[in-house]
């Protein structure tokens, strides 16, 4: 009985935030914990939404003065995309439905290999962007594509629905704990943005919610 | 070895309603354990009906003497609602199928937020009847939606299939609850239905099985 | 928090094998521990692939002077196949999609009986070549299918994706263990083709990469 208590004790626990419907300024601005100068990572994220069709929708925005440093997207035709500075590296995935999806993405500059992970299953790694760096001094932004410093923000690109659990490393993590972390385990603290713990400034509609986790005494946990 | 066999040993466990054919009079009371005078609640239930194409099929309602007070309704395009007293608030989820389902929907006054979870899974949440609480004193029906008070029945809303499974809590539970309860961990006595113990009564056609849980002997469970 | 651990500890750790594009030339040759002189086996592989609408896939190939002597292929409408020196065997199985999947195969030829696996769950059996033999002396190729003895390739039947945690068996094993190699036990030593230990020749512009694997310490497995 206690078994699947606490495989599934973390999932989703903290916060939330819902972007009920489609704007040009509903975002949130999310604080690293240390500078996104990277030459590699792991970056985690849950989202729910019910945009469909042709249509791209932004997942997360890593934004520099005159580069999109880092940016996940949904695109038209349903793939994951990751941008850094230039054209992207694209990944084909099943459909992902309206129901929260679990999604990971790693790079590293050393050997350009990216690999896209949704709940847990991997995609065939891409050779992209060997040799890069993410640079610092930007703004990380959930929401909104800023295509330039913080503004232009188009509507028709937004985020709605909810999105959780935005959790970034430098470094790669291994598939194994990508697919523990898509169980909801939550065995090691993310360095460069930790959700438990991240500053979130919101701006707009965009509504911050406090998700409960299950209170399992710890012994119940003694119980192993 | 044994873990999927705890996982999974309360499945389905308990009681079971028939409905046999589509009628305007087959459906079934349940008494619940206090009134449901609610500014928050969990509802959960598994059924399976091979009802497709565009029909309404009625899953729950809770009807007092002016108003539909609390009714859950797959719509005629697939997408799952909720109605407290007036509009609903409707969710986009992948297409239910004719095998067993497991729907849960939370809703809360204080912030109006609401989410519905299919198999564990959840969807964007939405904003909805913020400030409003739901009235005791009416009826809770399975089968049927009473557009008066316990009567004026339409068949071609009411639900054809199996129902079973039925639990209402007071307030909201944490979505990892949900997802345990999604795969058959019954860890939490439901206060408002309790579906082990509510007293229903029926009419018409409907059909109550009990079903067989897993025996396992507590021997096995002393093997963690 | 360790049951998971343990289960998925070993998922897709050690090397993971590229194939970034559509060649005649790619592939990789691997060094069996024995001679494939064998009247039964076990061949499990993982692979993603984003190849897709009719084509064909080589997923195994192993060639003697004068035979394919054991090739695995997605077949161009998506069903799964095995050839020993002749005419296939074939196996519906579900769409299997962009992400990574867990294909096994079984045959012996006293009973001729042979299964194929996606993820754990079992396919229909087939009887096929009951009473044939696999011949040693050939050479075992991921990403190529040879028309004649390591030669005559073509780009069009070539893998492109990734493949990793190919293990091979001189026996068949039972389908409780091909359900848990599926979700990442790795409790059996494969004593054709082991992942962790063969010697691997790549040609061309395939990309060899090393997974991590988590860094369990010792004591967290003790806890069980």
């Not at 040009?24 to 914990?33: G, H």
């Not at 400034?201 to 409960?212: A, D, H, L, N």
């Amino acid at each position: 009985m206690f078994v699947a208590a606490v495989l599934l004790s973390d999932v989703e626990a903290g916060r939330s935030l819902v972007f009920p419907e489609e704007t040009a300024s509903s975002l949130v601005e999310l604080t690293p914990a240390k500078p996104l100068s990277l030459d590699a990572f792991t970056l985690c994220l849950r989202f729910a939404t019910e945009l469909k069709g042709k249509r791209e929708v932004i997942l997360f925005a890593y934004r520099t003065q005159y580069f999109d440093e880092l940016n996940v997207w949904r695109e038209t035709d349903g793939r994951l995309s990751l941008y850094l500075s230039g054209p992207g590296a694209f990944f084909e995935v099943p459909e992902l439905g309206p129901l929260a999806n679990h999604v990971c993405l790693t790079w590293e500059s050393l050997t350009g290999r990216t690999t896209m992970y949704v709940n847990g299953r991997s995609s065939a790694s891409k050779i992209y962007q060997r040799g890069h760096r993410v640079r610092p001094g930007g703004k990380v932004i959930l929401g909104q594509d800023p295509d330039n410093f913080l503004g232009d923000f188009q509507a028709e690109q937004s985020f709605v629905g909810e999105i959780f659990g935005v959790n970034m490393w430098d470094h790669v993590l291994p598939s194994v704990a990508i697919q523990l972390l898509s169980t909801g385990e939550d065995f090691s603290d993310a360095n460069v943005l930790d959700w438990a713990t991240v500053t979130i400034i919101p701006t707009g509609s965009v509504v911050e919610f406090q998700k409960r986790s299950l209170d399992l005494k710890p012994t119940t946990h003694a119980l192993f």
